[in-house]
């Protein structure tokens, strides 16, 4: 285990984590990492998708035993993904296994449900709507723990009928608020909360930003991203183009909130409420090329394997920011959101 960075003034930080499935576990080793760190503290967590579930046991865990009991519980969770689909027939092939690819493009059952997805509803493939992650987020977090929890939390899923982000608080987080979160409408049926239905946060924040600035205080905001802004090259196979088409989509909210915020942070008067907080607002990005290796199939890999080289790729990367931009956090922004308006 590395050793912690030398004994400092603490910070107060919140944080913003990505959904993308499998490739949560990244997010699992970045939280590993930062939590070893005592100066380090946290006021808000905004997370998406598998970035919601991170948040959530993230901080249930640090409300009953601090940073060590944060960091247990997310192993805990991964782990019991990772046995609750031992017997999954979604799997890597011999050759993949060999050959260590992380990848389903060759699996047949996932080819086949990929098509069928295309064609067939989930409503018709599953009209239970069941979903195996219900029972494990029941078991691996206390929800009434965490409407107590010294840390805010927020939950982005996208209402069906209208289009828009909700965000859910400690207070009204349940399971089936985290099922929303994930919902990716071609696989399960959406997710009916309060009369409406809900899909993927994903399509709406992925994660919300405004949430973090509006009703946390701290000023420096670090944003864990699995889904690559940038790729080299241009897709050319249909599975290329597919995934390219997934990332492109599934970071298309963050990059208008980087937009919107640099556009005001411009116009806004200093000397307001509003452009005072715009002007202390620091953001900060984890993130790891290891990602481009990784296609949208693999998101559905639960091999344990497979999400401990993710943890170890999470932890990697968010020591090199400690490392490199450790000194600034408290002090200024290490990510140009600036640099979004290019184009527009």
Not at 248 to 275: H, Y
Request: glycine letters at 10%.
């Amino acid at each position: 285990m590395p050793s912690p960075t030398p004994k400092r003034k603490p910070v107060l930080a919140d944080l913003g984590l990505q959904g993308g499935g499998a490739h949560g576990a990244f997010t699992w080793g970045v939280l590993d990492r930062l939590l070893e760190e005592p100066w380090l503290t946290y006021d808000g967590v905004s997370g998406t998708s598998a970035g919601a579930m991170n948040a959530a046991v993230m901080i249930d865990g640090y409300t009953a035993g601090g940073a060590e009991g944060a960091r247990q519980a997310l192993e805990r969770f991964w782990r019991a993904v990772s046995d609750a689909a031992q017997f999954s027939p979604v799997r890597r092939g011999p050759l993949e296994v060999i050959t260590g690819n992380w990848t389903l493009d060759y699996s047949p059952l996932f080819v086949a449900m990929e098509m069928a997805a295309r064609v067939v509803s989930p409503y018709d493939l599953n009209p239970l709507g069941t979903n195996p992650l219900e029972t494990i987020l029941a078991d691996q977090i206390d929800f009434e723990r965490l409407k107590r929890a010294p840390i805010k939390l927020f939950v982005t899923a996208t209402n069906v009928r209208t289009g828009r982000g909700r965000v859910f608080r400690n207070a009204d987080l349940t399971p089936h608020a985290l099922l929303a979160s994930a919902c990716l409408p071609t696989m399960f049926q959406a997710v009916e909360i309060d009369g409406d239905a809900y899909w993927d946060g994903g399509y709406s924040g992925n994660p919300s930003l405004a949430p973090l600035v509006q009703e946390c205080a701290s000023h420096d905001t670090i944003i864990v991203q699995i889904n690559p802004i940038e790729r080299p090259g241009t897709p050319r196979t249909a599975r290329e183009i597919h995934n390219r088409l997934n990332e492109i989509a599934f970071n298309s909210t963050l990059i208008k909130e980087f937009r919107a915020a640099a556009l005001l942070r411009r116009v806004a008067d200093p000397g307001t409420g509003e452009g005072q907080l715009l002007a202390k607002m620091r953001i900060h990005r984890i993130a790891s090329d290891v990602m481009l290796d990784l296609g949208y199939s693999s998101k559905l890999l639960a091999e344990w394997d497979f999400f401990l080289m993710l943890r170890d790729a999470g932890r990697a990367a968010a020591a090199q920011f400690l490392g490199q931009h450790g000194a600034d956090l408290g002090v200024r922004s290490t990510l140009d959101i600036d640099a979004y308006l290019e184009g527009i």
